[in-house]
């Protein structure tokens, strides 16, 4: 330090007198420019906690490193309302509050070149390419000399009030969605490029230098560090020495203050033939028991989101205490151990000391100067004292260094994965009663996904007047493996599993997969899947290219869904029903018959920009199920008895060989026998129906040998259900 420096010139220059002088004015400058102000530099527990308070210093960042901000303006929570219901069936209405917040931090005292990502509560908020994975914006402000106040903050304060904030690097975010946070702003960290190229150490300190009103002289100093960090109240000396530890940094002297690293060279070469008159080297001493057996250093991860890491580096067979330190510098976990095993290589090396003394050539020689011997040694000069015309000097052995960084793992981490979120694609539809329950309304199911790995969310939005207004519903996460067939599925028996035909699907996005299930799986409720309109299952799904399936081992028509197996169309959607990532809206009874709007919207697109699809609701939760095994039988009178089994919507499995349920507030159906144009209606409350021979000779003019013949399962709530329909010949 300035001390030692200026107690060897002033020694140089008038003996011990001035010697003594040199030291008093040593001690002042060290006590002006490296005296602490009541504060160390940060380690790597203050990058990572975001605070809001007064004083608190902003850290000048370096490179590409992690950091969190100081909130240095805030505009409180802002409560939004959200109304649902009250329909005449649907029950009362339903009042949900969202919170956001519109606040700005700090984030360096040093003009940066832009933010990458942005992580809130550990998890990323926005990556890489702008995407936010909330609900808000943001905006970057890099801390020029020319930058204008931001318009919120100019709004809010009024714009006599609005300070630009010139110099420092801030964010602001602007109607953050809370509700990920527990309604809270969230602990944000940024990824920051503060730096075109990374910095050497020389440029590091000498910035550090200039914003404390020092001027250093680095010379040497050019190793490059990715990303460090700096509080701008911490002492120069804290980040001589704290950079000391990841290379050989030296305070050396002059009316300056200069630094330098292993590269400075005096020539001098020490060899015990080439000493002259009055010059001797003297014997090498060493300490004993004050160098560790292990050291640990931390450092930001690089590869793990910059997370603190730790890397150890220890002597084989040495016993003694472990040394610790931590610094808030972004590395990989090669490099990081490459400055552990130095920093424990240095304090071993170091632990010997030598003595020289030399001639008038010496006599420019200065504390951090390097000497080299005839047998390779190399030698820091740490002391030197004019005496009896000879300089006496001190030295200790500089280590060899580590060289390249050696292989290291830093450990696994919990990183959430920046990638695009693409295009979110999504289906509205309606489907019989699926998980083991009953609605009591119409239900409407959101299938939503995007083609792009990266894709978390999207909120729906619904509009039951033709778009002329529309209601947030709820938010769609999660991702529904959806796609489109490649082919029209042929129809088959539903009684039993298809297994001459095959289905190749398409699914939107390279992180879907659909997997083979045993068939007792599927028998339980496996591998469910909408194919245009049709509820099928399958056991085998293999991949034959790049999000692309073939599925076999089918059941076909399932949950009353056979009527849809003719319609099948190459082009049309796959969805894989995996309720726990559909989305219901239970809407009105009002609402059957009429047409609802849909749009899905992801974060940080305008609802309007969002295409929308319209659904014709069904009611199809609601409606009785499709009655089976119809028949028909001609009596001796010529009479006609038709025949059918109904089927419950609480009750798709014959679990235990009885009836299942009625599921409906009365057993009635409605038939219809028809001869050409001519049918004959009405109303039963049993499963079979008797149509008189006087009946048919009054509607057809006779005993017909052929008839259609229709009958649905009535409802109190939307009346008939899908028909059984078939054409019988009559057996006369």
């Known amino acids: ?55 608190v210093p902003h850290p000048r960042l370096y490179g590409t490193t992690r950091a969190a901000g100081n909130v240095i303006w805030s505009r409180g929570l802002k409560e939004t309302a959200h109304r649902s219901g009250g329909g005449k069936r649907s029950g009362g209405r339903t009042t949900t509050y969202s919170y956001s917040a519109s606040f700005a931090v700090a984030i360096s005292a040093r003009p940066i070149v832009g933010v990458g990502r942005i992580w809130a509560d550990g998890k990323l908020l926005r990556g890489a390419a702008g995407e936010m994975t909330a609900e808000g914006t943001v905006r970057i402000y890099t801390g020029s000399e020319t930058q ?54 020389g440029a590091i300190l000498g910035d550090l230098a200039e914003a404390a009103g020092v001027r250093i002289s680095t010379g040497g100093l050019s190793e490059s560090l990715p990303g460090f960090a700096a509080a701008t109240n911490a002492p120069l000396s804290t980040w001589i020495a704290s950079l000391g530890e990841l290379g050989d940094v030296r305070a050396l002297g002059g009316k300056r203050i200069r630094l330098h690293d292993d590269s400075a060279e005096t020539g001098i070469v020490l060899d015990d033939d080439g000493l002259v008159e009055g010059e001797s080297r003297h014997s090498i001493a060493r300490r004993s028991g004050d160098a560790p057996a292990l050291v640990t250093f931390g450092y930001l991860d690089i590869a793990r989101d910059y997370q603190a890491g730790t890397q150890r580096a220890f002597r084989p067979g040495a016993r003694g205490r472990e040394d610790h330190s931590a610094l808030p510098v972004a590395l990989s976990a090669g490099a990081a ?6 920093v424990l290589q240095r304090l071993w090396t170091r632990r010997e000391t030598a003595a020289f003394r030399l001639g008038y050539r010496a006599l420019a020689l200065q504390p951090g100067d390097r000497l080299s011997g005839r047998d390779g040694r190399r030698w820091e000069i740490r002391r030197t004292v004019l ?26 981490a919990e990183t959430t994965i920046d990638a695009p979120q693409g295009e979110t694609q999504f289906h509205a539809f309606e489907l019989p009663p699926i998980a083991g329950e009953m609605p009591s309304v119409p239900r409407l199911w959101i299938a939503a996904a995007g083609s792009g790995s990266g894709w978390r969310r999207g909120e729906i939005w619904l509009s039951g007047d033709a778009g002329a207004s529309w209601s947030s519903v709820g938010m769609a996460s999660g991702g529904v493996p959806m796609g489109m067939a490649l082919a029209a599925l042929p129809a088959t028996d539903p009684t ?46 293999v ?16 949950k009353a869904s056979e009527a849809a197996m003719a319609g099948h169309a190459a082009g049309e959607r796959f969805v894989l029903l995996e309720t726990a990532a559909l989305f219901p809206i239970d809407l009105s009874v009002d609402a059957i018959s009429t047409d609802v709007a849909v749009r899905v919207v992801p974060p940080n697109t305008s ?11 069904t009611g199809r939760a609601l409606q009785p199920l499709s009655p089976v095994h119809g028949a028909a039988h001609v009596l001796a009178d010529g009479a006609i008895i038709f025949s059918w089994t109904r089927r419950s919507r609480t009750g798709f499995g014959w679990v235990d060989g009885v009836d299942a349920p009625l599921g409906e507030e009365y057993e009635r159906y409605a038939v219809r026998c028809r001869v050409g144009a001519t049918s004959v209606d ?44 078939a054409d019988f010949i009559l057996n006369r």
Request: proline fraction near 7%; charge should be negative.
């Open 496 to 541: 039993r599993w298809d297994e001459t035909s095959a289905l190749d699907v398409e699914l939107i996005s390279d992180t879907m997969w659909l997997e083979s299930r045993p068939a007792l799986s599927v028998l339980a409720g496996a591998n469910l899947a909408l194919v245009g309109d049709e509820l099928i299952q399958f056991r085998s799904a």
């Open 387 to 412: 005496e009896t015309m000879t300089v006496a000097i001190e030295a200790e052995p500089v280590d060899a260094g580590v060289g390249l960084d050696p292989a290291a793992d830093g450990g696994r």
């Open 337 to 342: 151990k490459r400055a552990a095993q130095s």
């Open 1 to 55: 330090m300035a001390t030692l420096v200026l107690t060897t010139v002033g020694a140089i220059v008038g003996g011990p007198i001035g010697a003594a002088i040199g030291a008093v004015a040593g001690n002042a400058i060290d006590q002006m420019l490296f005296a602490p102000k009541g504060r160390t530099g940060p380690r790597l527990d203050d990058l990572t906690v975001q605070s809001s308070a007064y004083g």
């Open 148 to 201: 204008a106040p931001d318009p919120l903050i100019a709004a809010a304060e009024g714009g006599a009030n609005a300070p630009a904030y010139r110099g420092l690097a801030y964010a602001v975010f602007e109607d953050l969605q809370l509700g990920d946070f527990a309604n809270r702003i969230p602990n944000l960290s940024f990824e920051v490029i503060s730096d075109a190229a990374p910095p050497t150490v």
């Open 682 to 725: 009405d109303e039963v409350g049993e499963g079979m129906w008797t149509l008189t021979a006087s009946a048919q000779t009054a509607a057809f003019g006779g005993l017909p040998g052929a008839v259609h013949f229709e009958v649905r399962q009535l409802s109190a709530t939307v009346g008939g259900g899908a028909p059984f329909a």
């Open 607 to 617: 609802a309007s920009d969002s295409p929308h699809v319209v659904h014709r609701v």
């Open 543 to 558: 991949p034959t290219a790049p999000r692309r399936f073939r599925l076999s081992g089918l059941l076909r028509g399932r």
